[in-house]
């Protein structure tokens, strides 16, 4: 059952692999995102908070087989991945050519939800490699898909450092398993928690730090994103911006959870530095730029520097805060981009020095905008202002004041990102030009449909922050106590030390 | 040596990398994949002469060579191979485009 | 309770829906709904004693403290009233003043939506939840302020003060977060339980500053006063609304509410004194230069909400008795005088003093009413605000230490205040006109009501000031947390404090009279001192930052692809070595095993062959010899026991040359691009990012052996595989899902070329 | 390339090759080899005769489409998850069929086999697709 997240988009792109007309594409590659959704909605109900299901794949058991572990953190990923991507598949209905669909748009689609899937589900270092590579190679196509300059030059940017990071990954799990004879994460933990020696482990853990800091996008890594997600279709930056770098965070939060937890203070430190400096600089840059795309882009990076300060706070109430963030970010940031692409329907350009009025002529663009935006800003009762609210209140009872005051701070300066768009793209006056050939008058409500289910998504995670809030904590306390993970992947296994 | 080697092996693949061709970029991302394979292959410990098969009536794991890090390899060699085949049309459409091979000209594009 | 403001939640969304028969009517119809509220409240305050507080409690995040709950007590009973009461006059005025305004649904919108957060936010009984009322007041002033947003300064404006009350609103933010870890709790209730616990706490000091840093901002003190006046952009009923009776009385309510919980320290007796003295005094001062007629009353609302500050600063019986009455006095006069600014702004087609004039005839009414609240304002007899004066000198008086600094201020920002009062009346109603671009006539009966209720109310309480105390009892027993009995008159009898206040009135009456010789001098001392004016100086601050962060950004965003690798490589390194060091990783014990001759050779030829692709000048030879290293890896899988791995190697290494080749045909040949200086600072990175994968491969030479899963695999091979090549057993079975993605990407791989080069097609 | 030996020699490596392949992948479980070396070895045969003749050629004696491998071999390979499910197993759980052939010998068919020839079919179909694609774009010019 919780292998369907992964077969599911495969099987999907198998049957895109053999038609080749847009409408036949379009059919499948919605109604395949549609299953991913339905499937995960029935997982979670069984997970439920609790439980973690586990399934060895190959029925080969742990730590021989993959095993395939879904426990709370993992089931709620899941969910909002399918979310976020069925909106995004009907998003695409409108929003990518339709030259780019019979080329498959919708296959590289899939298997990218199938990479990212994988990465939510597996329980196996190498196997996480195997997800990784396939969700980049997905990206690596979509991103270039169009073969425009621009889209080229982004995509070998993003192409190198993905690249790069993945020989990180691959040569930190080559000396993990070196060192432990293991692959499968509970595993790994079992021996690294016995082992005195484990500090030695910190050079992979480094490497490993390394990988998934440039997935994610942490402050002196973070370059490839800025420079690449404004390239493609905006479809597919949405897309981007919702799964990429969060998985990038979600490998940080399960590995530095799992096992490798050696070693605490340094880490934790190098993390909340990390995540500072992220917050930082991303949220400057955010401020200082005038093209949508661009901003928001600064922004997300912002952004993933709160999820980082959650895992470095390292307390069960922050890491259900830093996945809390996660999901909301996920929702608002994706919605973000879909009006960005909204607009520039409209206007032609994402350019705000030369967009304007929009508040006048679209006021439902103007709600279905503000949402994610104030969201993203820590409005309450949206839930940017929940997330906010769980990582500092963790932040402060463990009294790191100085990087929860620059978590603070930094709320200012999203807000004034959001708001600069606001001002330029929908208050300001609108330019007084003929517009151009084949721009749009207006915006069927269908095609609006995306950013709404996401909006309402956005208001339902805000007003319901307690009905789910014991789903979070769950996850957190699942992530801070290993014993139960382990278990129940090593149920048939002697893991007597050594 | 071999340790010797895999250094050698991935400073050039750096260097590579860090020059203007893209050509240059691809033998870099080649040459570090290299330098990766190896270092897992050797930090899982070398045995000479003993593959990994099995009979009916003898299967000693202690004489054999470790087969894990050569599936594993394996799966890294023909995933960078995709890569590396991606790469170089994304190479050869980008000159193709854009009638250059210099990586700065990417740069202006961002303001 | 939770029912009205739904309701008016509701009522927010309902507006552009209405039917059309009632779209003249808007307003009125809307003020139905703070009508019933404030007839409620009434109705359930008849029996509200000081002590009396009821509440209810919604679970919203239980788990974290954070309840919907709802507090009626004094304090709250209070608000309400002004906010429910004001609202209802103000939407009665709107519904003619806006009547001409394209956009009015949104205005009824956004009006509505703020006045529920006020009412959510005066009956929280969490502060979390007070909190988030907090906030939205803040975003829906954004939005009133930004009404006529296709103008540059509205808009400016608007930002301007959402930056600033959002700024204050998180520190607020962490401060109600800190209180809440010091009490364990949010619930105001508690709090005060534990008022004493926190008041000791090693944290309180940092919590007081947080939380007033919240109230300065929100209640426009100084040094934030500046968004108040700028923010007179908006329409004159949110004007009158929000920056005279409500949302700048946020702040003040919170002081209120948290008196009990955080105040009777010294700290916040000289916190909040001083902050709010000097707001008192700078606020009137700046208010006599000013012409426009909201600019001035803007200036005055600063200048009073620097006295409310500065009771509850003193934190006296008396001074919080004075600051209760002055709350409401306050809000009377000025929501009237703001109201009675708009007519004259809607009938004349100006606010500039200079141009007003002679009004009492076409304005009969207005004048009338206008000059009662005057009085109020100036603090003259027969008027509710002389009272609320009277009481608030007698409060300074009693303070101990510093009564002299503080009745200095008072006095003087008082003699601004009767100054001011009767500059105002005089200039507008009396002085000859200099020239209105409409000739003006009296206004109709919805926006008159408004002033007339006010005025009426202010009079009827100065002449029996006995029926007021039924309101201020409970709210100041509420603050005080004993029941307290108030006893107001117009005439205390003759002593000090009448004293002063005839010598204020006189003083203040002659340096109008005078007016004409101070005012310009005033006028070159302000443009000496005050040349910065302050909303100017955050604008550049906020301009500045922007230029700062985008040199930042330049510097670190610059696009040159190879350097974002360099600085990746270099952390990279950075960040190894340094936690090789931290661990002191570094004492790595080869064993030093010898290798096979053929090995050494092996391995030398491929190290010659990978430096010669380094600086190899023809693409050919660089090719070739990175095939001489793949075969080597090849070579070297086989000697150490990889048959499997070496024949996909060299077959892999074959297709990528294939491949090569294909391409190469279409490429240029190397063109020297780099010089030697950057060529040899690469070497130099490269060599350190080679030299810890060297480190890195030594120290995984520490292996233990026990290789539990291979051993696994290896046994079960057959048996469970059925196969004798493990290898492949592996791929196939134990780790059949690895080779799954493998073959996943494979393919992506192959669709994405073809798309690739095949895209172009259609483009050229 | 287009060598008269080469040609004429064609159609004898590949089937040479193709033959090869098909050992290579049967033989896999149990000598080295298996659906990659496989793949890339069948994918060879036609490699050969694009650059003897040319894409077009190798295109028609392939009689279709490389996708249609790609596609094929990954419906093979996921299929061959579905018996573990059906048999109340994870999915991917290996299921074998004993088939007696002579004496003692027993061909031993199961779902890692079918599996493994999903891969050699993908794999010849990428590398197909690789080489197809930037060889006709080549010749295009």
């Known amino acids: 059952m919780i292998a369907l997240p992964v077969l599911i988009p495969l099987f999907t792109a198998i049957l895109l692999v053999f038609s080749n007309q847009a409408r036949y594409q379009k059919i499948i590659g919605v109604s395949g995102a549609f299953a991913i959704f339905a499937t995960s909605l029935f997982i979670i109900s069984n997970v439920g908070g609790k439980q973690i299901e586990v399934l060895q794949s190959s029925n080969w058991e742990a730590p021989f087989g993959i095993s395939l572990v879904v426990d709370t953190f993992s089931a709620l990923m899941l969910v909002i991945t399918g979310f976020v991507s069925f909106a995004l598949a009907v998003y695409s209905l409108f929003y990518i050519d339709e030259k780019l669909i019979t080329h498959r748009y919708f296959l590289f689609f899939h298997t990218l939800l199938m990479g990212v899937n994988g990465a939510f589900i597996t329980g196996d270092v190498f196997n996480l490699y195997v997800w990784f590579e396939v969700m980049l190679m997905s990206s690596f196509v979509l991103i270039t898909l169009g073969s425009k300059p621009l889209q080229l030059k982004g995509g070998i940017k993003y192409l190198t450092m993905n690249l790069v990071a993945s020989l990180f990954f691959l040569a930190g799990i080559g000396i993990l398993y070196g060192k432990t004879g293991t692959l499968n994460m509970a595993h790994l933990a079992v021996i690294l928690q016995n082992d005195e020696q484990a500090i030695l482990m910190n050079t992979s853990t480094m490497l490993f730090f390394m990988a998934f800091g440039i997935k994610a996008a942490v402050f002196p890594f973070f370059f490839w994103l800025p420079s690449s997600y404004h390239t493609p279709p905006v479809a597919v930056t949405a897309f981007f911006a919702a799964l990429l770098t969060k998985v990038g965070v979600y490998a940080m939060i399960r590995v530095f959870t799992l096992f490798f937890i050696q070693d605490p203070q340094f880490w934790h430190t190098l993390l909340l530095a990390v995540a500072g400096l992220t917050m930082v600089v991303g949220g400057m840059a955010a401020a200082s730029h005038y093209e949508i795309r661009r901003i928001l882009s600064f922004h997300i990076i912002s952004q993933i520097g709160y999820m980082i300060f959650g895992l470095g706070v390292f307390t069960p109430l922050a890491l259900a805060g830093a996945i809390y963030f996660m999901i909301h970010n996920m929702l608002a940031k994706t919605n973000t981009f879909l009006v960005a692409g909204h607009i520039n329907r409209l206007k032609g350009t994402y350019k705000l020095k030369s967009i304007g009025g929009l508040y006048k002529s679209y006021p439902l663009l103007g709600i279905l905008f503000i949402i994610p935006a104030f969201a993203l800003a820590g409005v309450p009762p949206l839930p940017g202002f929940f997330g906010k609210f769980f990582l500092i209140k963790a932040g402060f009872e463990a009294e790191k004041w100085f990087i929860s005051g620059v978590a603070i701070f930094t709320g200012v300066l999203t807000l004034f990102s959001m708001i600069k768009i606001w001002n330029e793209a929908f208050f300001k006056k609108g330019l007084e030009e003929v517009p151009e050939q084949g721009l749009r008058e207006r915006l069927p409500l269908r095609e609006l449909l995306p950013s709404m289910m996401l909006g309402a998504g956005t208001i339902l995670l805000g007003i319901g922050a307690g009905v789910f809030f014991d789903y979070f904590i769950e996850a957190g306390n699942q992530l801070m106590n290993s014993d139960q993970y382990i278990q129940v992947v090593l149920k048939n296994f002697e893991y007597v030390a050594n | ?111 | 309770m939770t029912i009205l403001l739904l309701l008016s939640f509701l009522s927010a969304i309902w507006v552009p829906y209405m039917p059309k028969i009632l779209n003249k009517y808007k307003g009125s119809v809307l003020a139905s709904l703070p009508l019933s509220v404030f007839i409620l409240t009434l109705a359930r305050g008849t029996g509200l004693t000081g002590m009396t507080s009821t509440s209810t409690t919604y679970e919203w995040i239980p788990q974290l403290g954070l309840n919907i709950t709802w507090t009626f007590d004094g304090l709250s009973y209070l608000f309400l009233l002004l906010v429910s009461g004001i609202g209802t006059l103000i939407l009665i005025y709107a519904n003619e003043y806006m009547k001409h305004y394209p956009d009015k649904d949104r205005f009824y919108t956004f009006i509505m939506l703020f006045m529920a957060s006020m009412m959510g936010l005066v009956l929280s009984g969490n502060l979390l939840v007070l909190f988030l009322f907090w906030e939205l007041t803040s975003f829906t002033s954004f939005f009133l302020i930004s009404f006529k947003h296709e103008y540059e300064k509205a808009r400016q404006a608007a930002l301007q003060s959402l930056l600033i009350t959002v700024m204050g609103g998180l520190a607020l933010f962490g401060g109600i977060i800190l209180i809440g870890q010091m009490a364990g709790s949010f619930e105001i209730a508690d709090l005060m339980e534990k008022s004493g616990e926190i008041k000791s706490h090693r944290l309180y000091v940092p919590a007081l500053i947080l939380v007033l840093a919240g109230v300065v901002t929100k209640s426009a003190q100084f040094p934030f006063h500046f968004w108040l006046p700028g923010a007179m952009q908006a329409p004159t009923p949110v004007s009158a609304y929000l920056h005279s009776a409500t949302m700048v009385k946020a702040g003040i309510f919170l002081l209120a509410r948290l008196n009990p919980v955080l105040g009777g320290t010294p700290q916040w007796m000289i916190l909040v004194s001083l902050i709010g003295g000097l707001t008192m005094f700078i606020g009137a001062y700046l208010s006599l230069t000013q012409t426009d007629l909201k600019a001035i009353l803007a200036y005055t609302t600063v200048s009073s909400l620097g006295t409310m500050v500065l009771l509850f600063g003193i934190d006296t019986q008396a001074s919080i008795e004075a600051a209760v009455l002055f709350i409401i006095i306050h809000a009377f006069y000025k929501a009237s005088l703001f109201m009675i600014a708009g007519m004259i702004d809607h009938k004349t087609g100006t606010r500039d003093v200079t141009l007003l004039g002679e009004l009492w005839k076409p304005m009969p009414k207005t004048f009338i009413f206008a000059s009662l609240a005057l009085l109020s304002m100036a603090g003259l007899p027969p008027m509710l605000g002389f009272i609320g004066k009277e009481l608030i000198y007698e409060a300074k008086i009693q303070v101990p230490d510093i009564a002299i600094i503080l009745m200095i201020l008072g006095v003087g920002s008082n003699i601004f205040m009767v100054w001011v009062s009767t500059m105002l009346g005089y200039r507008t109603f009396i002085e000859k006109a200099g020239g209105m671009p409409k000739p003006p006539n009296e206004n109709g009966w919805r926006m008159l009501l408004g002033p007339f209720v006010l005025v009426l109310l202010s009079l009827f309480f100065g002449l029996y000031p006995a029926s007021i105390s039924g309101f201020v009892e409970p709210a100041i027993s509420t603050i005080l947390r004993e029941p307290a009995t108030v006893y107001l008159s117009l005439w205390h009898g003759f002593n000090q404090v009448l004293l002063l206040s005839i010598l204020t009135v006189a003083t203040g009456f002659s340096l109008f009279l005078l007016r004409k010789k101070i005012i310009p001098v005033l006028k070159k001392i302000n443009s000496a001192l005050f040349s910065i004016r302050f909303a100017d100086v955050f604008n550049k601050l906020i301009i500045g930052f922007v230029s700062l962060s985008k040199k930042k950004t330049a510097v670190i965003q610059h696009g040159y692809h190879r350097f974002y690798l360099m600085t990746i490589f270099v952390a990279a390194t950075v960040l190894i070595w340094f936690q090789i060091y931290y661990t002191r990783g570094w004492n790595v014990d080869v064993e030093y095993t010898r290798q096979p001759y053929y090995v050494i050779a092996l391995v030398i030829i491929m190290m010659g062959a990978s430096l010669i692709t380094a600086i190899a000048k023809s693409r050919l030879t660089a090719i070739i010899s990175m095939g001489v290293v793949g075969l080597g890896i090849a070579l070297l899988y086989l000697i150490y026991s990889a048959v499997d791995l070496a024949i996909t190697q060299i077959l892999a290494e074959t297709l990528t040359l294939v491949l090569f080749v294909l391409v190469l045909q279409k490429l240029p040949r190397f063109a020297r691009l780099s010089s030697r200086k950057s060529r040899i600072r690469d070497a130099i990175i490269a060599v350190a990012a080679g030299s810890f994968m060297t480190i890195l491969v030594l120290k995984s030479f520490h292996v233990n052996y026990n290789h539990p899963i291979s051993d696994f695999y290896v046994r079960n091979s057959l048996p469970g595989g059925f196969g004798e090549n493990v290898v492949n057993v592996i791929l196939v079975d134990f780790r059949a899902l690895d080779t799954l993605g493998e073959i996943t990407v494979l393919s992506i791989a192959a669709f994405g070329v073809y798309s690739l080069v095949k895209l172009n097609k259609l483009k050229k | 390339m287009k060598t008269i030996i080469l040609q004429m020699a064609l159609p004898y490596i590949r089937f040479i090759l193709i033959f090869f392949s098909v050992i290579t992948l049967f033989r896999g479980h149990n000598f080295p080899g298996g659906g990659f070396i496989g793949g890339l070895m069948a994918s060879g045969a036609f490699i050969f005769q694009a650059l003897a003749w040319d894409v077009n050629s190798s295109r028609k004696t392939l009689r279709t489409q490389p996708s249609v491998l790609i596609g094929s071999g990954l419906m093979m390979a996921l299929l061959s998850a579905i018996p573990g499910i059906l048999t109340g197993k994870p999915f991917l759980t290996g299921t074998w069929v004993k088939i007696p052939l002579f004496a003692d010998h027993t061909l031993k068919l199961g779902t890692p086999l079918l599996f493994d020839i999903g891969v050699y079919f993908t794999v010849a179909g990428v590398v197909l697709m690789f080489i197809y694609t930037l060889m006709e774009e080549w010749q295009w010019k």
């Open chain 2, 1 to 111: 040596m071999l340790a010797l080697l895999v250094g050698v092996l991935s400073s050039t693949g750096v260097y590579l990398l860090l020059r203007r061709s893209v050509l240059k970029l691809v033998l870099g991302i080649i040459f570090l994949s290299n330098a990766v394979n190896l270092t897992i292959f050797i930090a899982a410990g070398l045995v000479q002469g003993k593959p990994v098969f099995v009979s009916e009536d003898a299967a000693n794991p202690a004489d054999m060579a470790d087969p894990i890090p050569q599936a594993l390899i394996l799966t890294a060699i023909v995933i960078s191979f995709g890569l590396v085949a991606f790469t170089l049309a994304l190479k050869y459409k980008y000159f193709s485009l854009s009638d250059t091979d210099d990586l700065d000209e990417l740069k202006e594009l961002e303001e």
